[in-house]
């Protein structure tokens, strides 16, 4: 079996869903985290009436790993996806892990290319919001048969996405 931060290293390094977007929109911020250390990075804090957080995309993703790792807020230094979980437990193996993540990811993207298609091309939203936006503006507009192909193969990747991430992702 792996050592936990070898798995962290195998899985977290190829996958990132919970940095970019994909998995959440925010990291909430936690006491004890140092939101003023945090600024001074560089990284986007929005204080609201009761809570803090940081948007994601994580403006310390680098694609692929955390660019303030040591530094980064107590939420991401708990988080532990499912499928970490299952395999710092030994019940899963980490190329069954490894496959999960690239489906997800492979999902994401297809949606990604669709909501690009349709002219939501913020990629510095989080995924879910995105989505919500171009499903309103379907709604509102008048869209020609070839967008609504694209609106109808956008939610069947969104729909496959979240039953993903619900069955294998969230803890
Ligand atoms: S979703 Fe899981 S495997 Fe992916 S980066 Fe986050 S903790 Fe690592
Ligand atoms: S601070 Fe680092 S670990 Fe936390 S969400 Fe951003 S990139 Fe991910």
Known sequence: MLSEADAIARLCTACGLCCNGVLFADVELQAGDDVAALEKLG??????????????PCAAFDGCLCRHYEQRPGHCQKFECLQLIKVNRGETTTGSALTHIQQARRL?????????????????????????????????????GEQLEALAELQMSVHKLTALLQREFYP
Do not use: I
């Open 43 to 56: 990284l986007p804090v929005k204080r609201l009436k009761t809570k803090t957080k940081m948007p994601q």
């Open 108 to 144: 994401a993207e297809r949606a990604e290319q669709f909501l690009e298609e349709l002219g939501h091309n913020r990629r510095d939203l989080p995924l879910s919001q995105r989505y919500r936006r171009c499903v309103r503006a379907a709604e509102r507009g008048d869209w020609t």
